[in-house]
């Protein structure tokens, strides 16, 4: 039987908590307090760090609790879509979610294949294709794209941490980030990624 490669749609959003931080973060009233957004995601990296090891390997990074973040994600799907002038579009949000599409699809394929011969049988796939097989496809593509240095550990440096994103988006260096200050930010690397495209 040759191999076949089974597709999944992936939901695509960060997975941890700081995911919901992020989401907080979006939705909240300005001025984002970031200080505040990142002791949210260090105190994440913590509780998943069970063994307080200073690290999350990838048992733990399994066993971790990622948030219903179903509807938030439902909401701005909605509201990206067709913002390249069709549904999907081509930016880089676009092109990272197809990554991670393909890195969780390969991760799948992996646990329906139980018997590591390269291909998934009816039998392989009634058996692997659940929830939580899928859901822990997510969290394995996700921890090697977090993995950096690919040590199979995770460090709070490389865990995700909205904070970064808004202190780059924090114009004036005074902590806070303004709802202009977020939206100059979303133009200038939209604008970024457009003159890559076109040299």
């Known amino acids: ?12 959003t960060l997975w941890s908590a700081t995911a919901a931080a992020s989401a907080d973060a979006h939705e909240q009233r300005f001025p984002i307090d970031i200080a505040e957004i990142e002791a ?8 998943v760090d069970t063994d307080q090891s200073g690290s999350v390997d990838l048992a733990e990074f399994e066993a971790a609790e990622a948030p219903d973040m179903r509807k938030k994600r439902h909401h701005r799907q909605r509201r990206h879509a067709g913002q390249s002038g069709h549904p999907g579009g081509h930016g880089p949000r676009q092109q990272r979610r197809q990554q991670m599409h393909d890195a969780v ?18 039998a392989e796939f009634a058996a692997g294709n659940t929830r939580e097989a899928r859901k822990l496809a997510r969290k394995r593509a996700m921890f090697k794209r977090l993995d950096t240095d690919q040590d199979n550990l995770l460090t709070a440096e490389e865990f995700p941490n909205p904070g970064r994103r808004l202190r780059a988006a924090d114009a004036d260096g005074d902590g806070l980030v303004s709802k202009q200050e977020m939206h100059d930010q979303w133009r200038e690397r939209r604008q970024a990624y457009r003159d890559k495209q076109a040299g």
Request: charged content about 20%; hydrophobic content about 45%.
């Open 105 to 122: 699809e390969a991760e799948m394929f992996a646990i329906l294949d139980a018997d590591g011969d390269g291909a998934v049988s009816e």
């Open 40 to 47: 949210r995601a260090l105190s994440h990296f913590n509780t």
């Open 1 to 12: 039987m040759r191999p076949t490669l089974v597709s999944f749609t992936l939901l695509t």
